[in-house]
């Protein structure tokens, strides 16, 4: 008996619908393989799985790896952090400028250790021969000699969790304005602890690391950026700072 294979087979309509059917379920199973979950305040995070979530969410502006849990910026307040962090960052670039060998960066990604990832507010680093480096991605790696953050208060991280990371890493100088309590901290490393700074007889803190990086604070506080500028020229000309500028190109 012979036994017809006409209901059997398969007209090209049907392998069409077919075919369209398994792209779907291939298209839904890869489309769930590639979401990635957003970074979330209080994450604890490696930093490779971190930079892999920061790097999916481009709109983000800010994010930090700390001690490996992810602090997620707030908008940014003008008073309260825009206006000091332009003083801040006019202060800086004004010492660049006049120190050929260093270099101010601004909200820049900070490689530390396998569980830190800061994106400080303004750092300060030596370009060559320094603790920190340039990576080929276009990140900081290792420590930059200075480091300043806009805190709100001596509640913030920035006084805390972030003070005892930069310290272990050996970040040479840590400055914190804290906005609220209308106060500035200058800390420096000694001995592998932060000692903090105090201002001279004439209001005026000294780098330690930076010759001629010198701030009025009180100056700085109320607002005078003049007088914070000019309190600056006199640090760099100092015959200090005209060693240290030597030293930076030989």
């Known amino acids: 008996m012979k036994i017809s294979s006409v209901g059997c087979r398969v007209t090209e309509k049907q392998r069409q619908e077919a075919q369209e059917i398994i792209y779907m379920i ?4 890869t489309s769930e393989l590639l979401i990635t979950p957003p970074l979330e305040n209080g994450d604890r995070l490696t930093r490779a799985e971190f930079e892999r979530r920061y790097h999916a ?17 707030s908008p940014v307040r003008a008073k309260k ?11 800086l670039v004004a010492y660049e400028a006049a120190t050929p060998g260093v270099e101010t960066l601004d ?13 400080p507010d303004a750092l300060l680093r030596i370009e060559q021969g320094g603790q920190s480096r340039i990576t080929q991605d276009d990140y900081v790696e290792g420590a930059p000699e200075l480091i300043v953050e806009i805190a709100a208060s001596s509640a913030s991280y920035d006084l ?9 890493n050996q970040v040479q100088e840590y400055l ?16 592998g602890e932060y000692i903090q700074l105090e201002p001279n007889s004439d209001d005026v803190v000294c780098s330690q690391v930076f010759p001629g990086l010198w701030l009025a604070k009180s100056a700085l506080l109320s607002g005078d950026l003049a007088h914070v500028l000019a309190t600056l020229q006199e ?9 240290f500028v030597e030293k930076l190109s030989s």
């Not at 952090?81 to 801040?88: A, D, L, N, V, Y």
């Not at 805390?160 to 272990?168: F, G, I, M, Q, S």
């Not at 640090?235 to 060693?243: I, N």
Request: proline share 5%.
């Open 26 to 29: 291939s298209a839904d199973k």
């Open 81 to 91: 952090h825009g206006k000091p962090h332009s003083r801040i960052m006019g202060w």
């Open 235 to 243: 640090g760099l000309s100092t015959p200090e700072h005209q060693s």
């Open 57 to 73: 969410m481009p709109n983000l502006k800010k994010a930090e790896l700390i001690e490996g849990v992810v602090y997620v910026a």
């Open 107 to 119: 909200n820049t990604t900070v490689l530390l250790d396998a569980d830190n990832e800061p994106q």
């Open 176 to 191: 914190v304005w804290r906005v609220y309590d209308n106060q500035f901290d200058w800390f420096r490393l000694n001995a």
């Open 160 to 168: 805390h969790e972030k003070l005892k990371v930069y310290r272990r």
